[in-house]
């Protein structure tokens, strides 16, 4: 298990960029492709066009035929943050637009799985809908889809996971990934593609004279944000105005009161909300209903009208993260023992399948997202489903497509997996317990087709070092407010050598010290999980370290103070 290297960003062209912004902003935005004065403006006119998105005026006439017949409309929605944004943003929505009958059913993962299955399908029926809308899911309902159609519901596909080679057979589809779809992001959330139909829906019952004064959806660009930024999905341009766009109206108070409650549960204050707030804080709080227990806790906080019903919720789910960074604790110090004994017998696979029978398949991907953190390779976790068939959930790295991977041996291995679907980094999967050892097998085989034990090294792409006058508390408020930074558009990290002060051991896991740039002031310090591994680096005062960090605002009884975030820490002397 090698550790990380730092590998430093290359110098990009910031002529063209505006010459008033800050020496520091000009080269962060360079090296991130911003070229323009252009490429800095995140209003909503910056929005792809609503028109452009492929299946959408089918979608449309579809939800304006049963608004007219005032049918019952039922959502269908994935487990995750993205799905219960998605969910809440059309079940608001709708009823606002007047649709007279509008509900929600969201599966719950360890009784129906994923996605519109037949089963989560003849328990909708019970609601009598005359359509089902699936949003952040159902491009790979096929089963689903024929089942509802037989019990005369008809189906609008919302999602955004890349199809198989045929598509379900729904009344309308809407998915920027679907084959001949020519929008040109293809990065958007599940709650981005129900945003662009909730907005062309919008507008074309006012062009219709269905409603006069339609509420305009771009007031629920807060969920958009939140949906966007906990699915990690790149932020490109256009996710880069929604996220904006929705942050904007969070620091405002224009926010749903589920949001406002999970920040004050987690400590952040809504007026400087940012992006790693949304990820780190309020979407695992509301990703935990979902692995634990059942989302339609964290949706009903999300529709939540009044402070308090909200506040309520919001505790409820606090707790359940709580609960889940537990269980998680203990699964990863698990499957890192299960990775060192391989290391004792042989060489550690390029791809990596974990199993343990105690394991709980709602945090299965957490951990398989820890340990390819610290073997710099594609994992898979699995927990029991059942008697038959094991659950799991991929994580790669770059330059390895996992959705592919998992086609591939699907292809090559017929009957080694039940189902899958997913992302390039990213994917689910169910396989017959029986051939667990043969599936481990072929993804070794597969995994090794596109990638070396060479390239099985941590890099961290660094911006450079950062001038000791740089290391200030202005200075990390600008970066906050400069973003919103995440996937594909990455928060800037720095690199350089410090002489630490003092160290003290924070909650057992966590480093906290006191570090000094030569010639410049001393800066608090923070290593969160440092204590997580056996191989941590021993620190003491007057070790000369070489870290990669970013720069963060501590706030802290009513006080500010500037804090480096320990990314990776290396002892030099």
């Known amino acids: 298990m090698s550790g990380h290297s730092i590998r430093r960003r290359p110098q990009a062209d910031e002529s063209l960029l505006p010459a008033t912004l800050h020496p520091l902003l000009r080269r962060l935005y360079s090296t991130r ?138 009344a309308a589809i809407v998915n920027p990934n679907s084959p001949g779809d020519e929008f040109p992001s293809k990065a958007l959330a599940g709650v981005g593609v129900a945003f662009y139909l909730m907005a062309a829906l919008t507008r074309e019952m006012q062009i219709r004279g269905l409603h006069p004064q339609p509420p305009p959806v771009a007031d629920l660009l807060d969920l958009v944000a939140l949906g966007t930024v906990a699915d990690l999905v790149p932020l490109d341009r256009n996710n880069r105005v929604l996220v904006q766009q929705g942050l904007r109206r969070i620091r405002a108070g224009r926010c749903v009161p589920g949001i406002r409650m999970l920040l004050e549960t987690a400590g952040r204050s809504m007026a400087s909300a940012v992006a790693s707030d949304l990820g780190y804080q309020v979407g695992p709080r509301l990703n935990a209903a979902g692995r634990l227990d059942d989302m339609t806790v964290g949706i009903q906080c999300l529709l939540a009208d009044d402070l308090e019903t909200a506040r309520l919720l919001a505790g409820r789910l606090t707790q359940l993260n709580h609960d889940r960074r537990e269980l998680e604790l203990q699964m990863q110090q698990e499957a890192m023992l299960a990775v060192a004994d391989m290391r004792d017998d042989a060489s550690l696979p390029l791809g990596l399948c974990l199993f343990d029978e105690t394991w709980h398949q709602g945090v299965v991907g957490l951990v398989a997202s820890r340990v390819k953190e610290r073997v710099h390779r594609p994992v898979i976790a699995l927990a029991r489903g059942d008697q038959r068939f094991l659950k799991g959930s991929a994580r790669s790295v770059s330059g390895v497509h996992i959705r592919d991977v998992l086609d591939a041996i699907a292809n090559r291995h017929p009957g080694l997996i039940e189902k899958f679907g997913g992302h390039a980094m990213a994917a689910g999967l169910t396989l017959p317990a029986e051939r667990l050892d043969d599936f481990r097998a072929a993804f070794d085989a597969e995994v090794s087709r596109w990638m070396t034990r060479d390239d099985a090294t941590g890099v961290m792409h660094s911006d450079g070092d950062l001038a000791a006058g740089d290391l200030t508390l202005d200075v990390a408020h600008l970066l906050r407010e400069s973003g919103p930074w995440g996937q594909a558009f990455p928060e800037p990290l720095f690199d350089g050598e410090f002489t630490v002060r003092t160290t003290r051991v924070l909650g057992e896991r966590h480093l906290r010290m006191d570090v000094q740039r030569e010639g410049g002031a001393v800066c608090e310090a923070i290593a969160f999980r440092h204590f997580d591994h056996d191989d941590a680096p021993q620190v003491a005062a007057g070790n000369r370290i070489e870290i990669a960090y970013r720069l963060d605002v501590n706030r802290y009884n009513g006080t500010e103070r500037l804090q480096l975030v320990v990314e990776h820490l290396r002892v030099l002397v």
């Open 33 to 170: 492709g911003l070229a323009s004065p252009a490429d800095l403006e995140l209003g909503l006119d910056r929005l792809i066009p609503v028109r452009q998105l492929g299946g959408i005026d089918a979608a449309v006439d579809l939800l304006c035929q049963h608004f007219t017949a005032r049918s019952r409309v039922l959502i269908v929605g994935d487990f995750d943050a993205d799905g219960a944004t998605s969910t809440a943003l059309v079940v608001r929505q709708l009823a606002r637009l007047g649709f007279a009958q509008v509900d929600f059913l969201v599966p719950n993962r360890f009784e129906y799985g994923y996605g519109l299955t037949p089963e989560i399908v003849r328990l909708a029926a019970t609601r009598q809908p005359a359509l089902i809308v699936t949003v952040d899911n159902g491009i790979a309902s096929h089963a689903g889809v024929l089942e509802a159609k037989g019990l005369g519901i008809e189906v609008l596909v919302t999602d955004h996971h890349l199809p198989a080679a045929t598509l379900p057979e729904a």
